[in-house]
């Protein structure tokens, strides 16, 4: 899969990579927050919030 192909992916996928952030277990959420990463740049950093949150959760 090429760069563009991956950001196409999750452009068209995005609400279903947010669902499985939220719901997934934890290797949805690590798949869903490489593909944000994978995604470019901007998604870095929103990938990192997600999985603080995801990991703050999981803690309780």
């Keep these: ?3 563009d192909e991956l950001r196409e992916y999750v ?3 995005r609400e279903d990579i947010y669902y499985a952030l939220q719901e997934g277990d934890r ?3 690590t798949v869903a927050i490489s593909a944000l ?3 470019g740049d901007a998604e ?3 990938a990192k919030r997600e ?3 995801a990991q ?3 803690s309780e």
């Design 1 to 3: 899969m090429t760069d």
């Design 27 to 29: 290797w949805a959420r």
């Design 11 to 13: 452009a068209q996928h």
């Design 37 to 39: 990463i994978a995604a």
């Design 44 to 46: 870095v950093e929103l």
């Design 51 to 53: 999985l603080e949150a």
């Design 56 to 58: 703050e959760t999981e």
